[in-house]
């Protein structure tokens, strides 16, 4: 079993660790801080050292329960090494601003438009979510959207990650009024839900990696959109950095 460290904490950059297994191409841990893909957020990419090799991280990704560092070329390592792990930021930082962007976007949809989220794929540059019931969606509409989200995300809204058994999670997301039916999704090996709290404005259970302030994700614009199935709409979207 690998130990995660992005459940607890999204800003370790750096990391040690010890290989507790290799494959032709991946490289196991017994702890990591690369996200594998998974939850409609990429896997990370990244490096991985030893005092003498350094293997590129292509990707992260989960098989059958184990979390695989994928190499490009020959796995240059043993088990029992010692290593550094270090994500690429630049990737992992805006997948945190689009991912905590998207949960808003779809609380505000939730809230003003009365839609469900239904998909979601959070990569660098452009994400995307697929919402229902909805037919089509206006330029009227998407202003209208845009502008209450950058209205929240300029609210400086703290993002704070929490632990809650299964069933407290789907009682209180429920009683708050959050959404909570996409959690009968989530397999019943998974006994402790992370909930992402963004201010008081949205909580939602989710593994995926996201920032500490609204302040961190800029500004949003919702770009095409395009019908994914009866009453189903995705959209997709981009944002502004804050330092732009
Ligand atoms: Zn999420």
Not at 28 to 41: C, S
Not at 85 to 113: K, N, V
Not at 182 to 209: N, Q
Request: aromatic share 8%.
């Amino acid at each position: 079993m690998t130990e995660l460290l992005y459940m607890r904490d999204n800003y370790i950059r750096e990391f040690e660790a010890t290989i507790i297994g290799t494959t032709d191409n991946s490289i196991i841990l017994d702890r990591t801080a690369f996200y594998p893909e998974g939850g409609g957020q990429i896997g990370d990419k990244g490096t991985i050292q030893s005092d003498s090799e350094k293997a590129s991280i292509t990707s992260t990704k989960k098989i059958d329960g184990a979390i695989h560092h994928i190499v490009e070329g020959p796995v240059p390592f043993t088990p029992n090494q010692k290593i550094v792990g270090r994500i690429d930021w630049d990737q992992r930082y805006e997948c945190m601003r689009f991912h905590t962007a998207q949960h808003i976007l779809s609380r505000y949809l939730q809230l003003h438009h009365g839609l469900q989220t239904v998909g979601n794929q959070i990569t660098c540059g452009n994400s995307r979510a697929d919402y229902s019931p909805l037919d089509s969606i206006g330029d009227d509409m998407k202003l209208e959207v845009q502008d209450g989200v950058n209205s929240i995300l300029k609210q400086n809204l703290d993002v704070l990650l929490t632990f809650m058994p299964r069933k407290e999670a789907t009682n209180y997301l429920k009683e708050k009024g959050y959404q909570f039916r996409y959690l009968e999704m989530v397999p019943k090996s998974v006994t402790e839900f992370r909930i992402i709290s963004v201010g008081a404005y949205d909580a939602a259970s989710c593994a995926g990696t996201h920032v500490a302030n609204t302040s961190e994700i800029g500004e949003i614009r919702l770009g095409k959109t395009k019908n994914v199935g009866a009453g189903k709409r995705r959209l997709y979207f981009s944002l502004v950095s804050p330092r732009e």
